[in-house]
């Protein structure tokens, strides 16, 4: 007898593209189509474009949040994107269809690894893992406050409050400002009920992201990225933000360290205690590294001070500090370090590793005599998973050393190398590199590799 082997989920496929074929007939079925198929029809519709399925779905979406997750967004869902925004109802609907809409937290950020609803258990609401819980108008707190006032909601004929979650990219862009001025009608055509919850905020132009602050609650953002401001502006950003993970910042002008606003920002940044990721770039730091260090959280995974100006002084007192030792990434690239005492560098690496999964020192003027000093400790960081360290001025004899050191770390997949210095006819000037030598290096690495069967980690140059 003949097994069907057609996969289940291969024939789920046929049913949906067959229904979504013909849209009134999919808008129509909505009504009676079990829950369950709501969401592969979502996805389906998506990612096909049906818009008007889609704002039909929306309308009796039959579970309390929907999420696009890690749908792709290409242009033509940007679109479908607004029309959701658009057809977001605020409840409770009074209206004919057959299905009740349950449709209470729209999340429209993009790339946030979460299924398209979350699963439903027990009876308390909102239960979906992503829904507020730091604003005032949030969901829960505003139904803490009315199970307190009236112990039975239901009594309550006013609107029920929702979510809208959203990622803001804020640069001023025809299309950023138009997305806001849709996210703001909704706002204020809910009379209160809806709250706008901005989880990640990139701000690209400050004078343009001002005007747009002023609607939303900070306390919300998790991730604050700034690039080109002065450190008072983020400052005043910052003391609303108590609940940062990340917090990056590029190009941020701030005229004295010795200054009252560089204290205010140490003092907000002292406050962040979830805060996992420190991205400073571009932050004339000199000798200044260790009051940042001192205001970081103990637990801080990621830490990046590329051209932060680094000093002998300040890597000295990151290997001194608590808050170094379990970094999961460290780049300190673009800081040159000439000097001859790799003492602190050694033991930062001891420290790390436990932990160090990532390290990048590119153009950092390391030299052999620096590398073979800190190879051994390197080679402890028994974690590391990628090693970026290009642009730094070292001869092939030490390139080859550094291939015996790093073929021992299993869990280490990518090493980004600095050409040797042999290829150029005057270091690092572009125009000077041989790129015959260039392709020997390659092809004695690979050969290299190959011989300590270690063909899984890939090692990788730029040459521009
Ligand atoms: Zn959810
Ligand atoms: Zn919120």
């Not at 103990?298 to 830490?303: A, G, Q, T, V």
């Not at 003027?365 to 390197?378: E, F, G, N, R, Y």
Request: glycine share 2%; proline share 5%; hydrophobic share 40%.
């Amino acid at each position: 007898m003949m097994m069907d082997d057609r996969d289940p989920s291969t024939l789920l496929d046929l049913a949906i593209q067959s229904l979504l074929s013909n849209e009134p007939v999919a808008i129509h079925s909505l009504g009676e189509i079990p829950r369950e198929l709501f969401v592969p029809l979502f996805s389906a519709a998506f990612m096909g474009g049906y818009r008007k399925t889609l704002i039909a779905m929306v309308k009796v979406w039959p579970f309390t949040c929907l999420h696009i997750g890690t749908l792709s967004v290409q242009e033509p869902q940007r679109e479908l994107l607004k029309a959701m925004v658009e057809n977001f109802q605020f409840l409770p609907v009074h209206n004919s269809t057959s299905r009740s809409p349950k449709l209470r937290i729209l999340d429209v950020r993009q790339g946030v690894d979460c299924r398209t609803t979350c699963p439903e258990f027990g009876i308390r609401s909102p239960t979906c893992f992503h829904s507020c819980t730091h604003s005032v108008q949030s969901i829960m707190k505003l139904e803490s406050q009315c199970s307190l006032a009236d112990p039975n909601p239901e009594s309550q004929s006013s609107r029920q409050p929702m979510e809208l979650l959203v990622d803001l990219s804020l640069d001023g862009t025809l299309r950023q400002r138009e997305f806001f001025a849709l996210l703001l009608n909704k706002v204020e055509q809910s009379s209160g009920s809806l709250h706008l919850c901005c989880r990640e905020l990139q701000i690209d132009k400050f004078s343009y992201a001002r005007n747009i602050l002023k609607f939303l609650d900070l306390t919300c953002i998790h991730n604050l990225a700034v690039d080109q401001a002065s450190l008072s502006e983020v400052t005043n950003l910052m003391a609303h933000m108590i609940y940062l993970d990340s917090l990056s910042l590029s190009k941020i002008t701030c005229t004295s360290l010795h200054g009252k606003v560089f204290r205010m920002f140490l003092n907000y940044l002292g406050q962040m205690n979830c805060l996992k990721e420190l991205n400073l770039s571009s932050f004339s730091l000199t000798d200044h590294l260790v009051s940042l260090l001192r205001a970081l959280p103990p637990n801080l995974d990621f830490l990046y001070l590329p051209f932060c100006e680094i000093s002998y002084r300040d890597l000295k007192c990151l290997s001194q500090s608590p808050q170094a030792t379990h970094l999961k990434l460290l780049n300190l690239s673009n800081n040159p370090m000439y000097w001859d005492d790799c003492g602190p560098f050694q033991i930062l690496l001891q420290k790390l590793s436990d932990t160090l999964q990532h390290l990048a020192i590119n153009h950092c003027h390391l030299t052999d005599a620096v590398l073979s000093a800190i190879l051994p400790a390197l080679t402890k960081c028994s974690h590391l998973r990628v090693i970026s360290f290009v642009s730094n001025p070292i001869t092939m004899p030490m390139l080859m050393r550094i291939v015996h050191y790093f073929t021992p770390l299993m869990e280490l997949k990518y090493v980004i190398y600095p050409i040797p210095v042999h290829c150029y006819e005057q270091w690092h000037i572009h125009g000077s590199l041989d790129r015959q030598k260039l392709a020997d290096v390659q092809a004695q690495l690979k050969a290299m590799l190959q011989a300590a069967k270690r063909s899984d980690m890939k090692w990788i140059t730029y040459s521009q």
